[in-house]
């Protein structure tokens, strides 16, 4: 799968211009649509405004993720269970594999148009009014906020660590543990990622600690306004559409 899922597509449109929290909101005002009224014309209105959006934000071809044979392979898998149980089990399989397809792309379309640096000032300023019950919002903003930065470089280590263990001579003196290619990534991938987390602290620590992650100024505009108008019309439109299926 390609890290650009995780990165942000430099390019300019007005879908990249708009607030993180606006990005944010939305798509959590489309997960409880589609979490009480997962019913087909819904999804297909959902996909098609998911599209819209891209569209918009002048995402190239090439931004969508080639996901490896597996993961469709679990899919089929997971479809030819769900035949002996009858056709309706099949369908309900198929909804609800469409319905998690949905969600991870609309977090993709925020990762697609939003530069990692404005995800955590956005989550602190949404989760505000709960500093009231002395909830860290702060804490678990910069939390999130690390842990979507630090997907992306986690991928290109495992990938950097597959392709040199394809690389390394066999002899017959390896030790069973290190004949399972699982094992041997994983152990190597823990060692890079405790390297790499004592490089990140090092470096937000010279720069004035986690505070200054989400002390950056953030805030909606009259685009952002305009921007939730529409997704809650689009929302809207899903449940009227709901009723008259």
């Given at each position: 799968m390609s890290t650009v899922l995780f990165r942000e597509v430099p390019v300019s449109s007005p879908v990249h211009s708009l607030w993180a929290g606006t990005k944010i909101i939305g798509a959590f005002l489309i997960s409880v649509v589609l979490m009480f009224l997962p019913s087909w014309?819904?999804?297909?209105?959902?996909v098609v405004f998911l599209i819209a959006i891209g569209v918009m934000a002048r995402l190239p071809l090439s931004t969508l993720p080639r996901l490896p044979w597996w993961f469709w392979a679990a899919i089929g898998i997971g479809a030819l269970l769900n035949v002996p149980v009858g056709s309706e089990s099949v369908l309900r399989y198929t909804n609800v594999t469409v319905f998690g397809l949905i969600l991870l792309a609309s977090s993709f379309l925020i990762a697609w148009t939003t530069p990692m640096g404005d995800i955590a000032p956005a989550?602190?300023?949404?989760?505000?009014?709960?500093?009231?019950?002395?909830?860290?919002?702060?804490?678990?903003?910069v939390v999130i906020a690390l842990t979507l930065r630090g997907l992306p470089l986690l991928m290109d280590e495992i990938r950097v660590l597959r392709a040199a263990r394809r690389l390394r001579p066999k002899d017959g003196l390896?030790?069973?543990?290190?004949?399972?290619?699982?094992?041997?990534?994983?152990?190597?991938?823990?060692?890079?990622?405790s390297r790499r987390a004592t490089e990140l602290g090092?470096?937000?620590?010279?720069?004035?600690?986690?505070?200054?992650?989400?002390?950056?100024?953030?805030?909606?505009?009259?685009?952002?306004?305009?921007?939730?108008?529409?997704?809650i019309a689009v929302c809207l439109g899903a449940v009227v559409l709901d009723l008259l299926a």
């Open positions: 014309p819904v999804l297909g209105l959902m989550l602190a300023k949404l989760g505000a009014p709960l500093r009231r019950f002395r909830v860290p919002v702060d804490e678990w903003a390896l030790t069973r543990a290190a004949d399972n290619p699982l094992v041997d990534i994983l152990t190597a991938a823990m060692a890079v990622s090092e470096a937000i620590s010279a720069r004035g600690g986690t505070g200054q992650l989400t002390a950056r100024p953030s805030a909606p505009g009259r685009n952002d306004a305009i921007a939730l108008t529409i997704v």
